[in-house]
């Protein structure tokens, strides 16, 4: 545990990487640590239509790949290691993981954030047995058959659009009107226009039906007339928003009551030399060029503050 890097960076996703690649070509000493798969959060996503320049063969995947060869290319250490504690206080911040424990100089964290569940009767039993959370991963599974997927924002019909060309039918179901829709227009004219896609407004899903350990269909319930109904599909995907990745650092760094963490517009959170990036920060647009772009200014600002504390 001698060495001490430079920056360490929590999170493998976009902002991690983006934040990675700013920092080791500025020569610093960089480590990232992610515990899953890297990448994050965008490589649930299969069209990333609105990431400048991926017009081909450009999915979540490919382009997370991409950026992590890239920030390895400019000789960013890597490891996959579960972070269970951090001391963030003094110039020497420390990051206790499962397998060993690491030390820095700065810190950005870039945990990203985690599915919210939809909150109906047999959500968790019923989880990879037709409750899911991914439509990239599992979509394959619901090939002709009938699909519902629960929101109304960006991530609902995207991925409405996407599990189309699996499914043979999908059924958006949003707790609110037509007009409440948050998703951009373009999406919602594609789904709209999409015969395999229809709506259902005013509605939420009261239970999963458990059909032996496999969901059986919905029951939901119109909010407007009170009226049950059992709704047949074989797949439900849940896309209702996500909550931020940032238990650990509760307590000690700065953030809104939903843990969101409070940084200002150079990444700076309230502890000197800790910075936070991407859809861990509290912000109002979480997409994967805000992220990269979060991580671009906290690498930067890392940088700046090692040169200030020289
Ligand atoms: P959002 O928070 O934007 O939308 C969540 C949706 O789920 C809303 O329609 C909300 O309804 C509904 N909802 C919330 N809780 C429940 C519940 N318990 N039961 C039923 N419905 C519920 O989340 P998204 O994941 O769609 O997007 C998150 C961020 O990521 C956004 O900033 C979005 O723009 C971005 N994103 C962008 C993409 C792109 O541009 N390609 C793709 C995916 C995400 P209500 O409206 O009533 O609150």
């Given at each position: 545990m001698s060495k001490i890097f430079d920056t360490i960076i929590i999170g493998g996703g976009p902002a991690g990487l983006s934040a990675g690649l700013y920092a080791a070509r500025s020569k610093m000493d960089?480590?990232?640590i992610e515990r899953a798969k890297f990448g994050g959060q965008a490589t649930t996503t299969d069209e990333l239509e609105n990431y400048p320049g991926s017009i081909e063969d450009c999915t979540g995947t490919t382009l997370s790949e991409r950026m992590r060869k890239q920030a390895e290319e400019f000789g960013v250490n890597f490891t996959k290691d579960t972070v269970t504690k951090v001391e963030l206080e003094g110039d020497v911040k420390t990051v206790i993981c499962n397998n060993e424990t690491y030390q820095a100089k700065t810190i950005i964290i870039a945990t990203g954030a985690t599915p919210r569940l939809?909150?109906?009767?047999?959500e968790i039993e019923l989880r990879g047995k037709?409750?899911?959370?991914?439509?990239?991963?599992?979509?394959?599974?619901?090939?002709?058959?009938?699909?519902?997927?629960?929101?109304g924002g960006d991530s609902a019909i995207t991925e409405a659009i996407y599990l189309s060309k699996f499914g043979e039918t999908v059924t958006v179901i949003y707790r609110k009107g037509k007009e409440n829709l948050r998703a951009a227009k373009s999406l919602l004219e594609k789904a709209f226009n999409n015969p395999k896609i229809n709506f259902v407004f005013d509605t939420v899903v009261e239970e999963a039906i458990d059909n032996d350990g496999i969901l059986g269909g919905l029951m939901v319930k119109n909010t407007k007339t009170g009226e049950v109904s059992k709704l047949a599909v074989d797949g439900c995907f849940v896309f209702v928003g996500y909550n931020p990745i940032s238990e650990l650092f509760r307590g000690t760094v700065n953030m809104t009551e939903r843990g969101d963490i409070i940084t200002d517009e150079n990444m700076k959170t309230n502890i000197p030399g800790v910075f936070a990036a991407g859809d861990v920060r509290e912000?109002?647009?979480?997409?994967?060029?805000?992220a990269a772009a979060d991580g671009a200014i906290a690498a930067t600002q890392a940088e700046h503050y090692i040169e200030n504390h020289k």
């Open positions: 960089t480590l990232i939809g909150g109906f009767k047999n037709g409750v899911s959370y991914c439509a990239t991963c599992d979509a394959d599974f619901f090939t002709e058959l009938d699909i519902a997927v629960i929101g912000k109002t647009l979480r997409q994967v060029i805000t």
